[in-house]
């Protein structure tokens, strides 16, 4: 009588015989199209970080293995105030990331929870502020700056950006998903709107928050033009315009220290994305199950 271990031992042989290569996982081609997918996009950051440790003879032989001018680079990368630009930008990326954060959060309530004369008509110009990017409104911010004589100062870069459009939709469209009895009950027992956003709803939306913050992180980490005309004082100045230091260093571009100083100040919106990584996959559900 054929025990157990000899059926199984049976059906794994003949599985063996009627599919070639069975001890490949199945749909291995998936994984395989994953695989050079993924390096493929991962390719130029690879190629930075082997530029950063090379010199300019190096690259221009175009070697892909590590040089030996890491330190070398370094050091040229912090004599260039590079810690001091990526601080500021820290500084900067958070504040706007928070009033963001806030200001959607008590905007989608607004939205949702409250009635007054021409919310949909309000609600419809926040949704045209979407298709009209930064660059479209230079001119009117740098004359609102100027008259309130904010130029090279640090409220320039922040309170032009609290708001969101994107923002104030992503909470507006979780909140309208969340279950009508809930502000029903809290109405009942006497909660006021702040309560009830404080103790029901953000409990509810720290997926739509931590997503809400990766974007608007990064959003405010990579801004450049507007950085770049309003201040002019190189110590309060952004990483993304402090880069530039990094480009000319003597009569030709120092290919090493220019690429070491991006793949640093790539850091902290990675520590970002990792940090907020399962919120921000599933903040966009915009289901009763977030």
Known sequence: MATLTDKALATVTTTRRTRPMAWLPKRWYIHVFLWVSSFLLALPLIYAMLISTQTNADVATFRLVP????????????????PQYIANSVGVAVAITVAKTVLSLLAGLAFVYFRFPGKWIVFGFV?????????????ALLRFVSDLGWGNTYLALVVPFMASATGTFLFRQHFANIPAELSEAAQLDGTTPLQFLFRVLIPLSWNTIGAL???????????YLWPLLVISDQQRQVVQVGLQALVGLGSA????????GAVIASIPPVIVFVLLQKQFMSGFALTRDK
Request: no cysteine.
């Open 127 to 139: 949704l045209i502020t979407l298709m009209m990017p930064t660059e479209v409104l230079i001119l």
């Open 213 to 223: 913050a990766v974007i608007q992180f990064i959003y405010a980490w990579n801004m």
């Open 67 to 82: 040089g030996s001018a890491l330190s070398d680079n370094l050091t040229v990368v912090l004599n260039r105030n590079l």
């Open 253 to 260: 571009i120092s290919f090493g220290p220019l690429m070491l």
